[in-house]
């Protein structure tokens, strides 16, 4: 395990300033051979932008904007707090590493919530009436920041890091390997809309309750270690197996739906470092990413039954 420890330490202990260098991969342009409306006809989807959002709707999330646009929905930045008229103009709102004030800057513990009690209270009401809620929070402090929506719904995040301890790269989730499982939203529509291989880098794992449907599902290959400041592991960093763990589910909630995810850039398409590494929706591997991300949004607009 100490040679294990010393290669984590290597090969993912990644500085602050480093994961600032992730730019978006404005060439990233996927056909959309069928889109669900036509452009700009579409159901209105909210992108979080006020609660120090690591992911916005101009910035690292513009692909995801660009490929649900292309799907013909209307996507919209929100900001400020959450509130019930607000929210009642839209039909999905999509929150991605949200983040409290005081880990804006610093990604240590402690990681309060990113969202007022009001504020979650507000979100879950919504939800219950119909609203549909796609809530995406990575690796500590993205994890711990939104524990407590999640916990609202019913779901259990870990403020951690989930690696994969034998590739030490990308997780790869697969229908052969029984990590990605078969249902409505990876099945999509028709054969052409069916998602076979996702990949996703690094993130958090959860527990889900037991109406949910499991997407992601982590097999023994994965660890879940649980750093005090974000990528810096040693020797006494806590951690354990990740068998039986998710990263990915999905859940009706009174008349509403929910979709949790533990991993961001996997709905990315991002250029990072100096060397500009593809990472998201436009690494050459990763290809069926954003045909779940549209049977992610088609499931919550409820045209996947």
């Not at 929905?73 to 400020?80: D, N, P, R």
């Amino acid at each position: 395990m100490k040679n294990i420890l010393t290669k984590l330490l290597l090969l993912f202990s990644v500085p602050v300033s480093l994961l600032s260098q992730q730019i978006s991969d404005t060439s990233y342009n996927p056909v959309i051979n069928n889109p669900a409306y036509e452009k700009g006809e579409g159901p209105v989807i909210f992108i979080d932008e006020g609660h120090n959002n690591f992911h916005t709707k101009s910035e690292r999330y513009s692909a995801f904007a660009k490929v649900l646009e292309k799907d013909g929905y209307i996507l919209k930045g929100y900001a400020g707090e959450f509130d019930g008229d607000k929210l009642s103009k839209g039909k999905i709102l999509v929150i991605a590493n949200a983040l409290n004030i005081i880990n804006a800057n610093e990604w240590c513990v402690p990681t309060p919530s990113a969202f007022s009690d009001k504020e979650i209270e507000t979100l879950k009401n919504w939800v219950s009436r119909g609203g549909n809620l796609f809530l995406i929070a990575d690796h500590m402090p993205f994890s711990g920041a939104a524990a407590g929506l999640a916990k609202s719904f019913g779901f259990e995040f870990t403020n951690g890091f989930a690696l994969d301890t034998n590739s030490r790269g990308p997780s790869l989730f697969s229908r052969d390997k029984n990590t990605l499982q078969n249902n409505v939203i990876t099945n999509g529509k028709d054969a052409s809309e069916s998602v076979n291989i996702i990949y996703t880098f690094t993130g958090q794992a959860f527990k889900i309750p037991e109406d949910a449907v499991p997407i992601l599902t982590f097999g023994d290959n994965h660890t879940n270690f649980l750093p005090d400041t974000a990528w810096v592991f040693n020797n006494e960093t806590p951690k354990y197996n990740l068998k039986g763990w998710y990263q990915g589910a999905y859940k009706k909630f009174g008349k509403g739906r929910v979709v949790m995810f533990g991993e961001a850039a996997m709905f990315t398409a991002q250029l990072a470092g100096p060397d500009k590494n593809k990472i998201g929706m436009n690494s050459s591997y990763a290809t069926d990413n954003y045909k779940l991300l549209l049977n992610i949004i088609h499931w919550l607009d409820g045209k996947l039954e």
